[in-house]
Nanobody, 120 residues
Framework: VQLQASGGGLVPAGGSLRLSCTAS????????MGWFRQAPGKEREFVASIEWRGGRIMYGDSVKGRFTISKNKAKNTVYVYLQMNSLKPDDTAIYYC????????????WGQGTQVTVSS
């Protein structure tokens, strides 16, 4: 599974961004997809995920009601999006997309990250 994240940038507080993750390889078959973030000096934080089986969606408490995860599939490629609205300076971080086999409890595959900076 290869993951490529994009869409980060600089945005003022209250603004919006849409992150994209392209997942190729086996990602289209039986893999949950997720977004995580890591701010300077902080631990990596769960943002959102969408399960392969059943499509259950989960969000971290700090982004509920503001962020939306979605997914599309075309042939052998999965596209995962993170729509981020009402952005706050605390949302500033490197955002990573991740994948795990649907029965796994460990996120096994990670993209390279995309920087999101929210100015106050």
């Amino acid at each position: 599974v290869q993951l490529q994240a994009s869409g980060g940038g600089l945005v003022p507080a209250g603004g919006s961004l849409r992150l994209s993750c392209t997942a190729s390889g086996r990602a289209g078959n039986s893999y949950d997809m997720g977004w995580f973030r890591q701010a300077p000096g902080k631990e990596r934080e769960f943002v959102a995920s969408i399960e392969w089986r059943g499509g259950r969606i989960m969000y971290g408490d700090s982004v509920k009601g503001r962020f939306t995860i979605s997914k599309n599939k075309a042939k052998n490629t999965v596209y995962v999006y993170l729509q981020m609205n009402s952005l706050k300076p605390d949302d500033t971080a490197i955002y990573y997309c991740a994948a795990r086999y649907w029965v796994s409890t460990t996120w096994e595959y990670w993209g390279q990250g995309t920087q999101v900076t929210v100015s106050s």
